[in-house]
């Protein structure tokens, strides 16, 4: 089947991967002049099942309102009237309730394990390397109250056999020794040892061209302009380079993908969420991460990848605005200066921004929609990169007619009633 893939995130690269290895005719098209050049390309690096969760929850508007009043923020809402943003964020607060994360939270632990499997066997089949490292992610509690709050998580890894490890100050220290001079800011962690990292763009980068050689064709530096169906099927793409024809379509546009889904009728709620990284070489090895460490106090990642350290958070609900702001780089320097003093220049670090295509209940958007040859792989918000080999693989299995390996029903944008 010849299909077109728009966008050339790691979401889209691993589908069209995944849809060349079915024996499809795949074509990417991006409007960048490279792959993974968006939100995929300086995420904080984390492959981490365990760590995955809704952001919505119960208690959490609560802390929203407490994270605004804090000096290292890791929260920060610009209201604007735009009537999309208050629909999701009506959406995000009904996702609020005890059930409502369970629920959630267990899609997202079943396609995120399933994706660190799916990227374990690309990596042995193919020796795809992107300064990877297999040595779990570490969360630190800076209070007991966030230590003690943590019963709730361990029973949805217990329920899907999630390995993990509640540690206190000296199992943490162990497990990450470069946090020894912060020894006295911290009461604990919890460590989920099957978690991964790396560079998601030295990944997406790497597949893409996995996946030219194995006769992927990318079409970069092309606007995507309009989605065309007539009769219940999509006809043709119209791009800054003419109309664009295939047998079936898959968006995968990110925090994009609405817009282009709206004049079919397709009421996506996927709203961008800001975030910001930085990235610096190391200066002292001693004192330098040895894989990810989640600061839970401000919801920053610390993440080691190769020779570099990269400090990745903040939730920044401002539209599409990729404006770097200096408070929100103040606070990951403070974060990665405070647990890791001497590990790296944070000064001298590359600042970046990218727009989480979040869900207002966390989980992506995968599979078919009311057009029959149209199919969404989007919506992959605070881990994206996490889901995408799942992702892409569940999606090439829906296209080629065959059975995913997990359940997916309850992925596809029918269950927001549409
Ligand atoms: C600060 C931060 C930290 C993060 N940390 C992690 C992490 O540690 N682990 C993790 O798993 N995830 C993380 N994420 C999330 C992850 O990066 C995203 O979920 C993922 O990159 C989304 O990939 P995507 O392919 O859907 O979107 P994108 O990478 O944004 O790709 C979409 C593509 O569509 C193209 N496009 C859009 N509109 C058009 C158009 N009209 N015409 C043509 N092309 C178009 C864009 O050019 C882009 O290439 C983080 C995100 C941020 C911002």
């Known amino acids: 089947m010849k299909i077109l893939v728009l966008g050339s995130g790691v979401v889209g690269v691993t589908s069209a991967w995944y849809l060349a290895q079915a024996g499809h005719e795949v074509t990417v098209v991006d409007r960048q002049p490279a792959a993974g050049m968006e939100t995929s390309f300086a995420n904080a690096g984390q492959v981490s099942p365990g760590y995955s969760a809704p952001w919505a929850g119960p208690g959490v508007p609560v802390k929203c309102a407490h994270w605004l009043l804090m000096k290292y923020r890791p929260f920060v809402f610009w209201p604007m009237p735009d009537p999309h943003l208050w629909r999701w964020l009506v959406q995000m607060l009904e996702n609020c309730t005890s059930a409502a994360y369970d629920r959630n939270k267990g899609r997202m632990v079943r396609l995120a394990e399933y994706s660190r499997d799916v990227m374990c066997a690309l990596r042995d089949e193919t020796g795809i390397s992107y300064d990877d490292r297999q040595r779990g992610t570490l969360q630190v509690f800076r209070t007991?109250?966030?230590?003690?709050?943590?019963?709730?998580?361990?029973?949805?890894?217990?329920?899907?056999?999630?390995?993990?490890?509640?540690?206190?100050?000296?199992?943490?220290?162990?497990?990450?020794?470069?946090?020894?001079?912060?020894?006295?800011?911290?009461?604990?962690?919890?460590?989920?040892?099957?978690d991964e990292t790396g560079d998601a763009f030295k990944f997406t980068q790497t597949l893409a061209g996995m996946a030219q050689a194995a006769g992927v064709t990318f079409q970069y530096d092309t606007s995507i302009r309009r989605v065309r169906a007539d009769g219940g099927r999509v006809i043709g793409v119209e791009t800054s380079r003419g109309l664009l024809t295939a047998?079936?379509?898959?968006?995968?546009?990110?925090?994009?993908?609405?817009?282009?889904?709206?004049?079919?009728?397709?009421?996506?709620?996927?709203?961008?969420?800001?975030?910001?990284?930085?990235?610096?070489?190391?200066?002292?090895e001693s004192n330098a991460p040895v894989s990810t460490i989640m600061d839970e106090t401000f919801k920053i990642g610390i993440t080691r990848l190769g020779d570099r350290v990269r400090v990745g958070g903040t939730a920044e609900i401002a539209?599409?605005?990729?404006?770097?702001?200096?408070?929100?780089?103040?606070?990951?320097?403070?974060?990665?200066?405070?647990?890791?003093?001497?590990?790296?220049?944070?000064?001298?670090?590359?600042?970046?921004?990218?727009?989480?295509?979040?869900?207002?209940?966390?989980?992506?958007?995968?599979?078919?929609?009311?057009?029959?040859?149209?199919?969404?792989?989007?919506?992959?918000?605070?881990?994206?990169?996490?889901?995408?080999?799942?992702?892409?693989?569940?999606?090439?299995?829906?296209?080629?007619?065959?059975?995913?390996?997990?359940?997916?029903?309850?992925?596809?944008?029918?269950r927001y009633g549409m």
């Open 144 to 194: 007991q109250k966030q230590l003690d709050a943590i019963s709730g998580d361990i029973a949805v890894l217990r329920r899907y056999n999630v390995p993990y490890e509640v540690l206190d100050t000296a199992g943490c220290i162990r497990a990450e020794p470069g946090l020894e001079s912060a020894r006295h800011k911290l009461v604990g962690g919890l460590r989920l040892p099957g």
């Open 247 to 284: 047998d079936s379509y898959v968006l995968a546009l990110g925090s994009y993908s609405p817009a282009l889904l709206r004049p079919l009728g397709i009421h996506l709620p996927v709203y961008p969420i800001k975030g910001y990284s930085l990235t610096a070489p190391i200066t002292q």
């Open 319 to 414: 539209g599409f605005s990729l404006r770097l702001r200096k408070p929100r780089r103040e606070t990951l320097e403070h974060s990665v200066t405070d647990l890791f003093p001497g590990s790296c220049v944070a000064s001298e670090a590359q600042f970046w921004t990218g727009l989480r295509p979040m869900t207002p209940d966390g989980t992506p958007v995968i599979g078919r929609t009311g057009l029959e040859n149209l199919y969404l792989n989007t919506g992959h918000g605070t881990l994206g990169w996490t889901m995408a080999c799942g992702s892409g693989r569940v999606l090439a299995d829906i296209i080629s007619g065959r059975k995913p390996d997990i359940a997916h029903e309850d992925l596809n944008i029918f």
